[in-house]
């Protein structure tokens, strides 16, 4: 999630609607100016006993953030707390039960990427080494409850914990037990966003198969292979889904702008503290009737803000986000980039993706995408087959792509290669999650502690 650091002194009052679509239109690149962006979250636990550690005990997740400095990180504070730190490959920031997350910077190709997160990883190994923690690539804690949890000093963590329950069953569990892998990509106008949008909306559900590693609760199997991605399905259901209108004939900025502001605010950012406002409009802020800051009108900031507590399959501010995948170890956090730079960078491959879906209806959308957390690759198609029947067609298409982007490394390979874990995916036709469950029902003979052998 979002870490906030300007002052909203900086930001410009919104006096026009017009200004509403601003940041949508100002992610507006060139060609060659399209970067990737790769967020990845993993799980903290004592190596000693398997514990999440807490945010401020000796060896917790402050003293890691803090160790990052002798890697030339800064640290970023809230309310005299650190809450994340800043530095050349992005920001490494706490979620709310302190899961640990690298936003990474805009690169330029996947071998960068790939680059980037191997020296995120090794730098945070050898503080664990010291700290007595390590790192769990899943997409939800394995064996943990809610209650065996720490939080974390954020403050607008403390607003959502709050309002969550309000809204839906499982949004603690979001916050608290969750991690996702995210690819932030880039588009050339309204029209290239609204394709690629559609194409990434319509073909999220198999990036969540393909990345559903999430089989177990509390230390059990929970009947799911992705229950991350069930989880948002009864998280808040005004601020989550599949969204119909970015198939609608015209969708572009303006028609986001009014899907934003009909999800309800969560905070208002002032003086460098989270005011809550959970529930409230927007609508009512733009006529300065918001209850949580009677009389005052919104700046740029706030709506910048608004836009990061939006959580569909696919969302858009300055750039796209694809949001579907579970979290995993090392080996496949590029493969997402990789599958998302190749169908979309392209405009061959991307005009190929969007043949491929853009017969389905909103209902077989809708049904795929329920379908997916359970069923992973045999999840239904729209019209007849399964997910797995175009798993191969959709990786061929990325791989196109990305051999026509021709971006290469000093050894002269192209990115098709960061492909390779969904390609054994696809053709063995097990998923990670599945893999898992092989496990616990055979080898670990249902010992999860066992599951911490496969940490990143």
Request: net charge negative; with cysteine.
């Amino acid at each position: 999630m979002s870490t906030r650091q300007a002052s909203e002194r900086d930001d410009p009052i919104i006096e026009r609607r017009e200004q509403l679509a601003a940041p949508m239109a100002a992610g507006e690149k060139p060609r060659e100016a399209w970067r990737i962006g790769t967020e990845h979250e993993k799980l903290v636990y004592r190596t000693a006993d398997h514990r999440a550690p807490s945010y401020a005990e000796p060896g917790g997740i402050r003293d890691l953030l803090l160790a990052l400095q002798d890697f030339g990180w800064t640290p970023i504070e809230e309310g005299g707390q650190v809450i994340a730190m800043a530095g050349a490959d992005g920001a490494v920031s706490l979620e709310p039960a302190g899961q640990l997350e690298l936003s990474g910077a805009p690169l330029e190709n996947l071998h960068q990427t790939c680059a980037e997160t191997g020296r995120h990883l090794a730098q945070v190994k050898e503080i664990g080494a010291k700290t007595g923690t390590a790192f769990l690539g899943l997409g939800m804690w394995p064996d943990k409850t809610r209650a065996e949890l720490p939080i974390m000093p954020k403050g607008r963590y403390a607003i959502m914990l709050r309002h969550m329950p309000r809204v839906g069953g499982l949004g603690l569990d979001m916050m608290l037990r969750t991690c996702t892998i995210q690819t932030n990509l880039d588009y050339a106008s309204e029209a290239d966003m609204a394709q690629k949008f559609r194409v990434s909306l319509a073909l999220q559900p198999l990036a969540t198969a393909l990345f559903a590693n999430s089989p177990f609760t509390e230390g059990r199997p929970n009947g799911y292979l992705s229950y991350r991605s069930h989880i948002w399905s009864d998280t808040d259901p005004a601020r989550t889904g599949m969204l119909p209108f970015v198939f609608e004939e015209g969708f572009g900025y303006e028609r986001y702008v009014d899907y934003m502001l009909d999800v309800p605010m969560y905070f208002v950012f002032r003086d460098g503290k989270y005011i809550d406002a959970a529930g409230q409009s927007f609508r009512d802020f733009l006529d300065g009737r918001l209850p949580a800051l009677p009389g005052e009108k919104p700046r740029l900031g706030d709506w910048e803000d608004h836009l990061s507590t939006a959580f569909p399959e696919v969302r858009l501010k300055s750039f796209l986000e694809m949001r579907g995948a579970d979290g995993g170890p090392w080996n496949r956090i590029c493969a997402l980039p990789a599958l998302w730079v190749g169908l979309l960078y392209d405009q061959g491959a991307l005009d190929a993706a969007w043949d491929l879906v853009k017969g389905w209806d909103m209902a077989g959308r809708e049904a795929l995408r329920s379908a997916v957390p359970k069923l992973g690759l045999d999840a239904p198609l729209p019209g007849g087959g399964k997910l797995r029947d175009i798993a191969a067609e959709v990786l061929a298409i990325a791989r196109a792509g990305l051999v026509a982007r021709n971006r290469l490394n000093s050894a002269g390979d192209n990115e098709a290669g960061f492909l390779a874990p969904l390609d054994e995916i696809v053709r063995t036709g097990t998923v990670p999650a599945q893999r898992l469950l092989d496990l616990f029902h055979g080898e670990w003979g249902g010992d999860i502690s066992r599951v911490y052998e496969e940490s990143f």
